[in-house]
């Protein structure tokens, strides 16, 4: 049991981790800069711009109908947060990975979620680029999302290979526990 409410101090201060400095780094940015204004914080790689995203992650269905868009984007990612939340409570104690990986998926979901209630649209700032070469622009929610997913991805591959080794190990047969 006390390892069990470890693992859930942990996941809450990697949600915090995403979601505080996420909507920190927005207010700023919201307070700070009027839409669509830009600095270049390193030339040719780094600019800080005000977007407002009223789409999806590389802004896909921003120029969809906005009687379809906005129901979308606050249903879904709601549905999607609860599901999270659901997997948490299932996740194995042991399988902290999984936990700590959906903390910080969840912490910027919620995130991005706040911000569509709150502006309309979320609010992206973060310009990487090489010369002429740009990377759609993101925000902190975005890269602890990001992180997540890629430590999900791991822990699957892990997982999966982990399992194939085990399987050939015992000669493809079941071994009963």
Same mark, same amino acid.
């Given at each position: /049991?006390?390892?069990?409410?470890?693992?859930?101090?942990?996941?809450?201060?990697? #949600?915090?981790?995403?979601?505080?400095?996420?909507? +920190?780094?927005?207010?700023?940015?919201?307070?700070?800069?009027?839409?669509?204004?830009?600095?270049?914080?390193?030339?040719?790689?780094?600019?800080?711009?005000?977007?407002?995203? !009223?789409?999806?992650?590389?802004?896909?269905?921003?120029?969809?109908?906005?009687?379809?868009?906005?129901?979308?984007?606050? +249903?879904?990612?709601?549905?999607? /947060? @609860?599901?999270?939340?659901?997997?948490?409570?299932?996740?194995?104690?042991?399988?902290? #990975?999984?936990? #700590?990986?959906?903390?910080?998926?969840?912490?910027?979901?919620?995130?991005?979620?706040?911000?569509?209630?709150?502006?309309?649209?979320?609010?992206?700032?973060?310009? /990487?680029?090489?010369?002429?070469?740009?990377?759609?622009?993101?925000?902190?929610?975005?890269?602890?999302? !990001? +992180?997540?997913?890629? /430590?999900?991805?791991?822990?699957?591959?892990? !997982?999966?290979?982990?399992?194939?080794?085990?399987?050939?190990?015992?000669?493809?047969?079941? @071994?009963?526990?």
């Amino acid at each position: /049991m006390q390892q069990r409410n470890r693992i859930k101090l942990v996941s809450a201060i990697l #949600f915090l981790s995403v979601f505080i400095p996420d909507q +920190i780094t927005k207010h700023l940015i919201h307070s700070n800069f009027r839409l669509h204004e830009s600095k270049v914080i390193i030339n040719n790689i780094l600019n800080i711009i005000y977007v407002g995203n !009223t789409g999806s992650a590389f802004s896909l269905f921003a120029n969809t109908a906005s009687w379809f868009r906005i129901p979308f984007f606050l +249903i879904v990612p709601a549905i999607a /947060m @609860i599901v999270i939340v659901i997997l948490l409570k299932k996740s194995a104690v042991n399988n902290k #990975f999984e936990i #700590f990986a959906f903390s910080l998926i969840l912490g910027g979901a919620f995130g991005n979620f706040v911000d569509r209630i709150h502006y309309g649209y979320v609010v992206d700032f973060i310009q /990487m680029h090489y010369k002429r070469y740009y990377w759609p622009v993101y925000n902190v929610a975005d890269i602890g999302i !990001t +992180i997540g997913v890629v /430590m999900l991805f791991f822990g699957m591959t892990l !997982t999966a290979n982990s399992a194939k080794r085990k399987n050939r190990n015992d000669g493809g047969k079941r @071994i009963p526990k």
